[in-house]
């Protein structure tokens, strides 16, 4: 907050903006300090927390700071995850089904960190979905009995975004910036990866993100539907529409986010241990609620 000018990193609205005044970003440098010091204290393998400090730093030079492209950025996103996947294959048995795998897993975590990236675009939006994101994978992996130091991480960065949260809600004085959404995004996903010990666990897992996947799949699919270009930037999102179209306060619909993100959370885990057919259709119900919900407010937005 206070060196953001200094440093080159401040958020200066525009047309596309959720906020109305000059704010400083890269409040994400004290999630991804927990994140390193926690990893250490743990003996946390650095094939997972050196990818994730790379990547961290490129969203701060390369996104806060302007100085990479977007494509660039985007290599350098698939070449941590891949690193990381590599790595976490060598710590295994490296065999050829877990080979194939490489590439839709890289593409579903650098998806995830760029899809919470374009989430955070209101006060206290990626914070409270951190906190309930995190919170519900360090529940499932006790559960679980599942890599009990990875938990504690969970827990770490769950309390990393609440203290976030108090310089970000109920009006931003600090965004995280992309070093943090990206990252966080980042994390969560490799988290997944690393606790899923078969496809439920896998499939309840990235349950726990659904509210963020849910908006930035409609949004996408609308967006081509309207012919409009996927690299252009909007305020579309099903969120932005509630805060800038119809004047919803921020810390309302990035809390109810969260309200229903935990739901849906709980939810799946419950349903998880009646087999991987209920969980399916238990998001596929989720889905429709979704998509009828995103409708009426994009009419309600027409209208108005």
Not at 65 to 78: A, D, I, N
Not at 145 to 155: A, T, W
Request: aromatic letters at 16%; a positive charge.
């Amino acid at each position: 907050m206070k060196y953001g000018v200094r440093f080159g990193i401040n958020d200066i609205p525009n047309h596309r903006s959720s906020h109305l005044k000059e704010t400083s970003k890269g409040g994400g440098i004290g999630v991804l300090i927990v994140l390193i010091m926690t990893s250490m204290i743990l003996s946390i393998s650095i094939g997972f927390w050196l990818p994730s400090l790379i990547i961290a730093l490129v969203s701060f030079w390369g996104g806060d700071q302007r100085r990479f492209s977007p494509e660039t950025r985007l290599f350098m996103h698939f070449t941590c995850s891949l690193f990381f996947l590599i790595f976490l294959g060598f710590s295994k048995t490296i065999s050829l089904n877990y080979i194939l795998l490489c590439v839709p897993l890289s593409i579903f975590i650098v998806g995830t960190s760029n899809f919470y990236n374009f989430m955070d675009g209101i006060d206290g939006m990626a914070g409270i979905t951190g906190v309930a994101g995190f919170l519900l994978l360090a529940i499932y992996s006790y559960n679980a009995g599942i890599n009990e130091p990875y938990g504690v991480l969970c827990i770490a960065l769950g309390f990393a975004c609440i203290g976030f949260l108090f310089f970000n809600i109920p009006r931003a004085r600090v965004f995280l910036g992309d070093i943090g959404s990206i990252l966080l995004g980042f994390v969560f996903a490799c988290l997944i990866i690393i606790l899923s010990d078969n496809v439920t666990d896998f499939i309840v897992m990235t349950g726990f993100f659904l509210p963020f996947y849910f908006d930035e799949i409609f949004t996408m699919v609308k967006r081509i539907h309207n012919g409009d270009s996927l690299t252009k930037a909007h305020r579309k999102h099903i969120y932005q529409l509630l805060a800038n179209e119809l004047s919803v306060t921020h810390w309302k619909i990035a809390l109810s986010y969260g309200v229903i993100q935990l739901f849906i959370g709980f939810t799946a885990i419950y349903t998880s241990s009646k087999g991987l057919l209920c969980l399916f259709l238990l998001y596929i119900m989720y889905c429709c609620i979704f998509v009828y919900i995103a409708i009426e407010i994009n009419k309600k937005v027409v209208v108005k």
